[in-house]
């Protein structure tokens, strides 16, 4: 048996894909429910997101693992792709909401940007290559210049990561962006040479998508085309240890508070950097240090339901976001009835904000009530809305999103380094190799791949007898 512990988007897809290949699993989560962030709930006839609100898939790329999940569940049926208005993204500009121009066209023929800033774009393929690891600004002011990266660069981190592009490290956090560099020596002419001009923003090219009934369809549905026994909620692990016939003993307390222990051929560690670091410290002390230096940024989600007489923007978009040189302690809001139905009940809609992140943790210090009152002035600010909403759910994650800060790749070849000392322990969770739904999908294949290729012959033997 495959013992997965952590029963989020990332353990649930390793087990998933490990279940499909034959080999038996057991994820132990501690939480009640398994999906960890990924959490959808409906209040007041408005569909809560507490978590991720959706996710990008690239359908026909071979890296779609989240594809093949999909239809391996029968899930096709309950997709749902965001509507078209979502290709038109706001950044908050000038104390005003500007549409972000999302063609190379339409970069140039645009008023958003100013000629510096479009010379330099021009520039960009004569600029030199970096021999050092770098910063995401330090990349970008390089490559495409300060306004570039303040204006489109910054905020687009700080909705994807939360994070600040003065820490994020450019080869961790944006692998793919900083490899067109490494490979064809600049950003435009890497993309044109793989046969695709990139949008004029920057954006990911693939489709946003959720469920029917949002997020938590995906998790859920995973968990219950398991074995039955297979998902274990309620249970702590407290600790791991590793014997010399090759397998592990898990020990900790299920949900009656009642101890136990499990043995295993191999465990999957798929939970936050601390709480692998605490598993492993024991014997692994070098790994410990590393995935204990990972920080995370905290952040709270806030919903708000009006009536839709009551917000005098369109919300024609997918959202806005915010630059810090806007001086707003918002970091964006998704107009979330507009990108997918059923968010809202009948004549209202829903508004998804964020605020706090590795910039501003000290402003979730305030009281739910205060941080309520500043999502809804920056809110009337922004798109026009009247104070109070109709609705209000707020969520708070003290450690929300793992941040990949200068030096974090070499964290990671630590922590591998060190665990190769002991075979039969894996680690997936969102602090290594991407951070969205999509990105733990997919690694969760991968570890699930090689999982089967250590032990396939295992398992067989064992199914033989």
Known sequence: MIVIIGGG???????WFLQNQGIPVRVLETRSQPGGTILTSFQQNFLVEHGPNSTLQKPGSPEDA?????????LESRLQVANPLAERRYVLRDGALKPLPASPPAFFLSPFFSWK??????????????TEEESIADFVRRRLGAE???YVVEPFVSGVYA???EQLSVQAAVAKIYALERDHGSLIRGAIRQGRVMKGAGLPKGRMISFDEGMGVLPTTIAQQLPP???QTGFKVTALEPNPQGHWRIFGTNAKGRTESLLAKAVVLAVPAAAAAGLVAPFADRAARALRSIPYAPIASIAMGYQRSRVSHPLDGFGFLVPRREKMPLLGCLFSSTLFPNRAAADHLLLTS??????NPAILELADQALVNQVEINLTRCVGSMIPADFIYLTRYSAAIPQYVLGHLAKVQAV???LENFPGIYTRANWRDGVSVADCVRNGERVAGRIVADYAGFFHLKAGQ
């Open 117 to 130: 800033a479009k010379a330099q774009l021009l520039l960009e393929p004569f600029r030199r290559r970096s």
């Open 354 to 359: 964020f605020i706090g992140g590795s910039t």
């Open 9 to 15: 988007i990332s353990g649930l897809s390793v087990a």
């Open 229 to 231: 026994s297979a998902v």
């Open 66 to 74: 989240l594809g093949r999940l999909i239809q391996g569940l029968g």
């Open 416 to 418: 591998d380094a060190d």
């Open 148 to 150: 570039f990266l303040d």
């Open 163 to 165: 994070g600040d592009p």
